[in-house]
């Protein structure tokens, strides 16, 4: 059974930073493709970026390029998001997904309906 657990949101003033961990069982994780959106309240769930785990450039939407930065830690089958220099418009709930042993790294894999797994979310709040 493939699950996804997200954890490290938080709470930070403008201008600072947090790292999100998304651990991924039920897969081999060296070759999935994992994305990670965002949904704030009243707003459709945003794709923010992509990522395959066996290789590959992660893609980062426009909203998030060169602030948000992806690694991964394959000995903990977990994925992780750097956030930094965050702006009170980043606050959402943010949450990880798996769409299978795939290739990904482009704007199209920002579609939430392309990933068939799906984790809990962890909350960010960036206050002014």
């Known amino acids: 059974q493939v699950q996804l657990v997200e954890s490290g949101g938080g709470s930070v003033q403008a201008g600072g930073s947090l790292r999100l961990s998304c651990v991924v069982t039920g897969y081999t994780f060296s070759n999935i493709c994992v994305g990670w959106f965002r949904q704030a309240p009243g707003k459709e769930r945003e794709g923010i970026a992509n990522?395959?785990?066996?290789?590959?450039?992660?893609y980062y939407a426009d909203s998030v390029k060169g602030r948000f930065t992806i690694s991964q830690d394959n000995a903990k089958n977990t994925l992780y998001l750097q956030m930094s220099s965050l702006e009170p418009e980043d606050t959402a709930m943010y949450y990880c997904?798996?769409?299978?042993?795939?290739?990904?790294?482009?704007?199209?894999?920002?579609?939430?309906?392309?990933?068939?797994?799906w984790g809990q979310g962890t909350q960010v709040t960036v206050s002014s």
């Open positions: 997904a798996a769409r299978g042993n795939l290739f990904c790294s482009a704007a199209r894999f920002l579609t939430p309906s392309l990933y068939m797994y």
């Open positions: 990522f395959y785990t066996g290789g590959g450039i992660p």
